[in-house]
């Protein structure tokens, strides 16, 4: 299905044209129609499916529609979770309404950054707002953004919203917008919490779950290589040289693991720099372009980088430490593999991570064989799987451990 049959207008057609895409993606095609005819929606759909687009492209086409008002009423508003997702949705924007006839203004505000710029650039108002919920609602008790004639709601990444430390300010921000609006609901993962925000914010929503829309992208590969943990880093440099692989996002636990890793790496001539909530939003930008344009080979970092990142063609993500959750793994892989391109995601299993591994295996429904690297075999074992309690007739009974108790209390 082309993009001319949605329903979209000539200028934003063409503005598809401008940024190379051939053809919609499931998500696009299935959301486009829908959002043009003012529809709730309920969207799961996997990092990399082209959602940005999806929402953008309606957006932008509503705000050619309305009659031009000034200060301009802000039609829509984009919540995102962190500032760099925030960042790279407004570009994204930015570029398809370029080729519009009516200019479109947006503002992108987040934190982390002087509030004052975000409240000079929100003066006569903005068409459409994306935005970090605290930095909002920074601006709104500024009097800096007004809501009240809001018509679209974007919740971006919702999932990650609900997260500690962001529920409570979506729900504050949630009470400040009209009633009546249009919802549209977008998540990579499902868990009870974004059911219970769907039921609370939609209304009779198209619900839209792509295949494997909570799952692990069918084009990303993903291989599990078994290491002693001490030796992760030589094992790291060895597959960058052996593979060849242009560019890598290599995840790691800590702030502190970010700084040590690339620095041990830089000692060993390969081009890498860490990547981190403590780096400011220059750095974290500087960063991201060096590795987009290719001048650096390896970006290490938190989990900060498993939302919002788009890396045009990132052909590898590498697991040095494993996520915390399988729905982080999710995300952290789905860095790669993005636009149905082909991706590999490697993970770095020792034996005290090999039962974590495994529960993410079970939760993402697929068995990844291990592997060893010949030079890097692993010297611990990892302990064996856990069954329903033991070997029938080998577990000690009650009345067995009160014996062997008592006999070690009368030998003392």
Excluded: C
Excluded at 273 to 280: E, I, M, N, V
Excluded at 395 to 402: G, I, P
């Amino acid at each position: 299905m082309p993009f001319a049959s949605l329903g979209l207008s000539s200028a934003l057609l063409h503005a598809v044209d401008a940024r190379g895409y051939e053809q919609p993606t499931a998500i696009q095609q299935a959301a486009i129609p829908a959002i043009l005819r003012g529809t709730d929606l309920l969207a799961l759909a996997s990092t990399g499916s082209g959602k940005t687009a999806a929402f953008a492209l309606p957006l932008l086409q509503q705000l050619q529609d309305r009659p031009q008002q000034l200060p301009r009423p802000t039609h829509a508003l984009v919540l995102v979770p962190t500032r760099d997702l925030a960042i790279q949705v407004g570009d994204s924007m930015r570029e398809l309404a370029r080729q519009l006839e009516r200019p479109v203004k947006l503002a992108a505000v987040y934190g982390g950054v002087s509030i004052n710029p975000q409240m000079m650039a929100l003066r006569g108002g903005a068409d459409v707002v994306v935005a970090t919920p605290g930095r909002l609602l920074d601006l709104v008790q500024h009097n800096a953004l007004k809501l009240a004639d809001l018509k679209v709601l974007v919740l971006d990444e919702a999932d990650r919203l609900l997260e500690a430390g962001f529920a409570d300010e979506l729900q504050r921000v949630l009470a400040l917008l009209p009633a009546r609006r249009q919802t549209l609901l977008f998540s990579a993962t499902y868990p009870a919490t974004v059911q219970g925000l769907a039921q609370a914010v939609l209304n009779e929503p198209l619900r839209l779950e792509m295949p494997g829309g909570t799952q692990t992208p069918a084009a990303i590969e993903q291989r599990a290589v078994q290491v002693d943990a001490a030796r992760r880093t030589p094992l790291l440099r060895h597959l960058l040289e052996q593979q060849g692989w242009s560019r890598v996002l290599v995840f790691v636990a800590s702030k502190y693991a970010t700084e040590h890793v690339a620095q041990k790496l830089r000692a060993g001539g390969i081009a890498a720099a860490a990547f981190h909530g403590d780096l400011s939003q220059g750095a974290r930008s500087h960063v991201l372009a060096d590795f987009k344009a290719g001048r650096l080979a390896v970006v290490v970092a938190t989990d900060v980088a498993a939302r919002g990142l788009d890396i045009a063609g990132l052909p590898v993500v590498v697991n040095y430490d494993l996520p915390r959750s399988p729905q982080d793994h999710v995300h952290r892989i789905g860095r790669t593999g993005r636009a149905g391109q082909a991706g590999l995601a490697v993970s770095f299993v020792s034996a005290t991570t090999e039962a974590h591994f495994r529960l993410i295996e079970k939760r993402q429904g697929q068995r990844v064989p291990r592997e060893v690297v010949a030079g890097f075999e692993p010297t611990e074992a990892a302990a064996p799987p856990a069954g329903n309690g033991g070997i029938k007739g080998k577990r000690k009974s009650k009345k067995d451990k009160l014996r062997e108790a008592a006999a070690r209390d009368g030998s003392h």
